[in-house]
């Protein structure tokens, strides 16, 4: 069982951040052009892997693209895979 995270969208930076208890435990860059949020980048340090916390980022990025009416370019073989293996997401792939 993972330990539940904080997800936010950071519009300055470009990515979604991941926190437990106000700690930084994992990143997912996004890059938006036009309706379509390229995802290319996801991060979880070291001390913080195994614990689920880069499928939480994940699947907040990609509510949060679909209730902007966006799709997804999972360029981040992370994220890519997390798709493939929740199918209620593969709508949000761009073509």
Partial sequence: ???VISVQKNAET???EG???GELVGIA???ESGDVVDMP???VPEQFAGRGFA???VKFALDDIR???KKVQPTC???DSWISKHPEYEDLRAS
């Fill in 1 to 3: 069982m993972s330990d």
């Fill in 14 to 16: 470009g990515r979604f």
């Fill in 19 to 21: 926190f437990l208890d």
């Fill in 29 to 31: 860059d996004y890059r």
């Fill in 41 to 43: 980048h996801t991060v």
């Fill in 55 to 57: 499928g939480q980022i």
């Fill in 67 to 69: 209730a902007g009416g």
């Fill in 77 to 79: 073989p992370y994220v």
